[in-house]
């Protein structure tokens, strides 16, 4: 059996090339319990934890949080003091200055959380970015907040504290990861043994000495080849126990594939000998995909990919449909209770037009408009379904005959839609997207245009300001999906500056 050098703290040398052969693991039984079912325990279970103890599993890294809150703490004193001499201004200012600096003390720290600081790999290019983001929006948005309410304190103490929180986050995870690398060199380490030679193998090998902060220093393959290519082998799966105690091994990693029974057996062994043992995931290629471990209750979980959402755009998003809404709201209800009036003395009938459409992710609601048809419009649509004048699910006729006199008016005007700002504060539609389609227009979709319904229904969109009165249903729904493709806050800007010339020009139908 091939030994492999006790001489430390070096790292083991991977020699290449390696064969594509994998190895034959021995096939060990599983404990009993591995065949049953799984315990789930419900949430809040934590058998052999006491309460004040975080669980070994949780996904969020908490010393890194409270090493944070009390730097970031400790900021916001010094930035205090230096503004602020001892026994200068009003008791009332100097307290409203110390809850605003706390204030971004806390924004500062949900900031970075929601940019995933806490959840990302430490000492990654990934951790920093989020840092940087995390600081960098906190102190906009409290830049904002201070410009607006016109609080006790300047742009340059933002920018001081900004700076210091910066520097001092940064810092300790730069010494953190400065003292990790020296203590490995200095003798203080884990000795890890890979269990499998495999491409794995050898990759987990090489990311271990390509960071020795992470204080690992890889002893040798275990595997049933005796040898592959060049690459040591400390011994086959037999004499595993006595390498690990030769070696002073602390880490055992099974590199993909292995069999489960092998991986219950190492456990199973590694409880009674005081050893961890880690499994990379089979799926695991390095060039494809970044695996992240995330907790259901207490199912753990592989994210294989994550789908980047603009959470604090579409949030802008939502605010800026609130508040124009409410805006509109003085100038658009007399408005509706002129037209309600004109709308009784024209024809028989409810003032409100309200049906049910399909809004985002298929879920349907009542949309508001103002009766622009004659009271029975939805049933002689069927009648008049063989004289549809677009193509595609969806109806539309030039000249209707169920449209009222002042119906055609309110249509080209487009005013009949300004109920909807309703939908619009209910969170069932946004001022700008894919207009709302009826559920018999729904129900002859193809698999395809469901795309649409990934964002909220809008009053305006796209569509409206560039093609209303193309007949083609294939034109609607790539304006709709290059939309969605394209979105962004400066897009539904153009569109709402687009839309009010549409509006003036009467285009609708």
Excluded at 198 to 217: D, F, K, T
Excluded at 252 to 266: D, G, H, M, Q, T
Excluded at 346 to 368: E, N, T
Aim: aromatic share 8%; glycine share 6%; hydrophobic share 45%.
């Amino acid at each position: 059996m091939a030994t492999v050098p006790s001489e430390t703290p070096e790292s083991f040398s991977v020699a290449l090339p390696l064969p594509a052969a994998l190895p034959d693991h021995a096939a060990g039984q599983a404990p009993a319990r591995a065949s049953a079912a799984p315990h789930v325990p419900a949430l809040g279970d934590r058998e052999g934890h006491p309460w004040w103890q975080f669980s070994r599993r949780a996904s969020i890294s908490y010393a890194a949080v409270l090493v944070d809150a009390l730097l970031a703490t400790i900021a916001a004193c010094l930035t205090f003091y230096s503004i602020i001499p001892a026994g200068l201004g009003p008791v009332h200012s100097a307290n409203q200055l110390r809850a605003l600096l706390m204030l971004y003390t806390v924004l500062m720290m949900l900031c970075c959380h929601s940019f995933g600081l806490y959840r990302t790999p430490r000492h990654s290019a990934r951790e920093s970015r989020s840092l940087l983001r995390g600081i960098g929006a906190a102190s906009l948005l409290f830049a904002a907040f201070v410009a607006w309410s016109d609080q006790p304190l300047s742009i340059a103490a933002l920018a001081l504290l900004t700076l210091l929180d910066a520097g001092a986050l940064s810092g300790w995870r730069g010494w953190e990861r400065r003292h990790k690398t020296l203590r490995s060199h200095s003798g203080t380490f884990r000795n890890v043994l890979i269990v499998g030679a495999n491409s794995c193998g050898r990759e987990l090998a090489r990311s271990i000495s390509a960071n020795p902060h992470w204080g690992y220093v890889v002893r040798g393959f275990v595997d049933n080849q005796a040898s592959a290519n060049g690459v040591a082998i400390a011994g086959d799966l037999s004499h595993l126990g006595e390498i690990a105690r030769a070696e002073f091994i602390d880490d055992i990693f099974i590199a993909p594939p292995y069999e489960r029974s092998l991986v219950w057996k190492l456990t199973e062994e590694a409880k009674r000998k005081h050893w961890n043992v880690k499994v990379l995931p089979e799926f695991w290629e390095p060039a494809l995909v970044q695996p992240q471990v995330e907790l259901l209750g207490e199912l753990p979980v592989f994210s294989l990919h994550r789908e980047p959402i603009p959470a604090f755009a579409l949030a802008f998003k939502r605010a800026l449909d609130i508040a124009l809404a409410l805006a509109a709201a003085p100038v658009v209800l007399p408005v509706l209770a002129i037209l309600a009036l004109l709308i009784k003395l024209d024809s028989p009938g409810p003032v409100f037009y309200c049906a049910q459409r399909i809004g985002r992710k298929g879920q349907k609601f009542l949309c508001w408009k103002l009766r622009t048809m004659v009271a029975n419009a939805d049933a002689l649509k069927r009648e008049l379904r063989a004289a549809n004048q677009r193509s595609g699910p969806f109806f539309k006729l030039s000249a209707d005959p169920r449209v009222t006199r002042l119906g055609r008016f309110l249509r080209k005007s487009s005013l009949d839609e300004l109920p909807q700002l309703w939908n619009v504060i209910r969170g069932e539609m946004s001022l700008v997207g894919p207009r709302p389609h009826p559920l018999d227009d729904y129900q002859l979709y193809d698999l395809e245009h469901r795309r649409r319904l990934d964002v909220r229904p809008g009053i305006t969109g796209l569509w409206q300001v560039k093609a209303r009165r193309d007949p083609s249903f294939e034109t609607n729904m790539t304006l709709d999906l290059a939309y969605i493709e394209n979105w962004s806050l400066l897009l539904d800007f153009k569109i709402l500056l687009l839309t009010i010339p549409a509006v003036l020009k009467a285009t609708g139908e």
